[in-house]
Nanobody, 120 residues
Framework: QVQLVESGGGLVQAGGSLRLSCAAS????????MGWYRQAPGKQRELVAA???????DYADSVKGRFTISRVNAKNTVYLQMNSLKPEDTAVYYC??????????????WGQGTQVTVSS
């Protein structure tokens, strides 16, 4: 199995910055795409940013120019640098990884979520 552990959430004022980290561990064979999703109260979970193993990135329109996703393949870790935060960025942020363990075929794995709260 593969476990994802997130860190870096918290409370910040509008205009501030936070950096989220997510490390994959366990019986990892390979990790392909990694990404961050978020879910605000009463809303569906949405993709925030994704990054492929070769570094290709994709962002939600609402975060382009403010958020940057990056990863370190050797550490099976993905980061989300969030700048110019807005109150509408408030949500639980979930790490996602698509990969395989030595005991299972490729599938999506999810972290437990980390709360990001942006005050106005």
């Amino acid at each position: 199995q593969v476990q994802l552990v997130e860190s870096g959430g918290g409370l910040v004022q509008a205009g501030g910055s936070l950096r989220l980290s997510c490390a994959a561990s366990g019986n990892i064979f390979s990790i392909d795409d990694m990404g961050w999703y978020r879910q605000a109260p009463g809303k569906q979970r949405e993709l925030v940013a994704a990054i492929s193993r070769d570094g290709s990135t994709d962002y939600a329109d609402s975060v382009k120019g403010r958020f940057t996703i990056s990863r370190v393949n050797a550490k099976n870790t993905v980061y989300l640098q969030m700048n110019s935060l807005k109150p509408e960025d408030t949500a639980v942020y979930y790490c996602n990884a698509f990969g395989a363990s030595y005991s299972s075929s490729r599938r999506h794995y999810w972290g437990q979520g980390t709360q990001v709260t942006v005050s106005s």
